[in-house]
Every structure is written in structure tokens, then in C-alpha cells.
């Protein structure tokens, strides 16, 4: 009898097993699998869990929030963030080439995770403990994509900012390993997550770094943020996140077009909306959204969002388009 409470305490107590009193630690992205899996982990051995957050400057408006506040008021973890905005947007400076963005801000992670990894186990040590665990979210259509057999460290690192390359100084604690998304889902719900993180749409590790066509500026990001923000409150007052699959916002920054606002003419970027249907994302339909819909977004943006004075509609299917803009 496959239930979610049978899954909760199954792990709880796999886990309890694994790690004994040892100390463990976990990163979260920001996305639904971390954030399930360290509450598992939480459940089992409290205190000795310590989770790191990154905060690249690249998530969405609130996001980071809900890992600081909400997510830590839920589960109670002890939560480590590494505030490194900055490091990111000098990183990504002058740099508009897509795989140029991905390589650096999967590179700049990876270097954030391991200081912040450094601090902890430093702390650990002056306590007279270590950290011999490293929790990650790995899901079953995951370990079957890569063949991988117990304790494969299975990364789609180019795919993945929130996975880490193998680490030999950690031993893994997977608790998804045997789930498909909509248990883990179930899951969180089952711990007490908050809705926000359980029911994210799938959101690309490197962010809004790669929905933002050109460099990377904390003013575009600012842009973005703001636009993005109206088209997913929108697309949930509809009632449509369910028919949705995910929804990229994407800015357009290299591009300009006039515009007339008031009594003035502007010269401002388009924002795209890019909302698509999908099973699993290697293909995908565009959502046939309704027009009250977009008009609505549409005004909400130009009017409330400085420097955008044009909203478009993505109708590629894909192939030949990638959900994602990068
Ligand atoms: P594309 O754009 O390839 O996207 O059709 C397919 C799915 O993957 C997500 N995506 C990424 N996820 N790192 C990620 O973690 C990435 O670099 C990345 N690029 C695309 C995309 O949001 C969609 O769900």
C-alpha cells in the first residue's frame, strides 16, 4: 500500500539508518526536488542537517524569500545563504553568448556551493563533528536516464545549476531516488511545504540569466523580475497553472521599438511571453491562452513595467523552438 505517509516514514527511517548521528548537508535551489528532499532529511535527523542557499541574484521576485522565510519557518532547517549577487552579475558582465552564460554560472556556483561548504565544515570541525553527507534531490527518471546503479552521483551538470559534480569527500543521501515528480510533490505537500516551492513550474538552474536575450544587468534583471511577476499572478488568477506547463517571461534587451506612451514616443524592449503545454518538456505546444488573458497581461506590463513598451506572443512549437529563449 503505496501511500504518501508510508513513503514519508519509509525514508525518514532509511535515512535515520544511513546517516546515524553524523552530520549532513544539502543545497537548495530553490526548486521543488532539493526542498523535498532536505525535509526528508530534516525529518530524520533534525539538527544534524545543515542546508546551503546560493542566491545567485537570478531567481524570480519572491523566490528567494520563500527559501529564507517561508521554507525555514515550515521545516525548521538551519539554513546557510550565500548572498553573491554581485559575484554573478561581475561574472556574467559583457557576456551575451547563451552557453557562454550557462558555463558561468554553473562554474560560479559550483565555486559559491564550496566556499559555503568550507564555512560549515570548518564550524563542524571546531565543534569536534563532521560532514560526511551530501543530500541531493535525485529523482527515479533521473537514475534511469543515466543507467546509473546505487550511489551514482547523477548530474545532468549542463542541465542542472542546482546539481554538484560528484563530490569523494561526501557520501549521497538521495530519498527521491524511487520517485516520479508527482510524488515528490505529494511528498512536500505531505511535510508541510509551502505551496509556492511544491507546485513550481520548472524553472532552468541558470534562471533568468538565460531570459534575458544579451547581457546580463541588474537593471534588465529588474525588468524582467517585474514582468515576470505580472504574467505568473495573471496566468494563476486564470486558474490556467495547471494547463501550463511553464511559462518563460523572457526580455529581449538588444532589441528596441517605438512606442507611444502618454504624450511621448518611447524607445523601449519587448517582453515575450512564452507560455507551452508538455508532458516532459523534449516537446512542446504553445498554450493557446485566452486573448482576455493576454490583453491583460499585456497592459498590466507596459503599463507598470519601465522600459518595456511592447508585449509579444511566442506561437512556436517545439520543435523547432526550445521552450526557453536560450
Ligand atoms: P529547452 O529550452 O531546452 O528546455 O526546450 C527544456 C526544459 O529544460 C529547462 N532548461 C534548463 N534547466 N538548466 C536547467 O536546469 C538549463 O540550463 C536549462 N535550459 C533549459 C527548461 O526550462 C525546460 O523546462
Known amino acids: 500500500n503505496w501511500t504518501t505517509g508510508n513513503i514519508v516514514e519509509e525514508q525518514v527511517e532509511r535515512i535515520r539508518e544511513q546517516i546515524g548521528d553524523a552530520r549532513v548537508i544539502c543545497g537548495l535551489s530553490g526548486g521543488v526536488d532539493s526542498a523535498v528532499a532536505a525535509a526528508l532529511v530534516q525529518r530524520a535527523v533534525g539538527d544534524q542537517l545543515t542546508c546551503v542557499f546560493v542566491d545567485h541574484g537570478l531567481l524570480r521576485e519572491g523566490e528567494a524569500e520563500q527559501v529564507e522565510r517561508d521554507y525555514v519557518a515550515a521545516t525548521g532547517v538551519n539554513l546557510y545563504v550565500a548572498n553573491e549577487q554581485e559575484r554573478f552579475l561581475s561574472a556574467l558582465a559583457g557576456v551575451s553568448d547563451p552557453e557562454q552564460k550557462r558555463k558561468i554560472i554553473g562554474r560560479e556556483f559550483i ?94 538552474g541558470p534562471g533568468l540569466g538565460i531570459r534575458i536575450v544579451g547581457e546580463v544587468t541588474a537593471e534588465r534583471l529588474e525588468i524582467l523580475r517585474k514582468a515576470d511577476a505580472i504574467g505568473r499572478a495573471e496566468l494563476t488568477a486564470a486558474g490556467l497553472d495547471n494547463e501550463v506547463w511553464q511559462m518563460p517571461v523572457v526580455l529581449l534587451a538588444d532589441v528596441r521599438s517605438v512606442g507611444v506612451q502618454g504624450d511621448g514616443r518611447t524607445y523601449g524592449h519587448p517582453i515575450v511571453l512564452r507560455p507551452v503545454s508538455s508532458e516532459d518538456a523534449m516537446t512542446a505546444d504553445w498554450s493557446r491562452l485566452p486573448y482576455e488573458l493576454l490583453a491583460k497581461i499585456s497592459n498590466r506590463i507596459t503599463n507598470e513595467v519601465d522600459g518595456v513598451n511592447r508585449v509579444v506572443l511566442d506561437v512556436t512549437s517545439k520543435p523547432p523552438g526550445t521552450i526557453e529563449w536560450e
Open 111 to 204: 565555486r559559491a556551493f564550496e566556499e559555503a561548504e568550507r564555512a560549515i565544515i570548518a564550524e563542524a570541525k571546531a565543534a569536534g563533528e563532521q560532514i560526511k553527507f551530501l543530500v541531493q534531490g535525485t529523482l527515479y527518471p533521473d537514475v534511469v536516464e543515466s543507467g546509473g546503479g546505487e550511489g551514482t552521483a547523477n548530474i545532468k551538470s549542463h542541465h542542472n545549476v542546482g546539481g554538484l559534480p560528484e563530490d569523494l569527500r561526501f557520501e549521497l543521501v538521495e530519498p527521491l531516488r524511487a520517485l516520479f515528480k508527482d510524488e515528490v510533490r505529494a511528498v512536500g505537500r505531505q511535510l508541510g511545504l509551502p505551496e509556492v516551492i511544491v507546485g513550481r513550474q520548472p524553472f532552468p
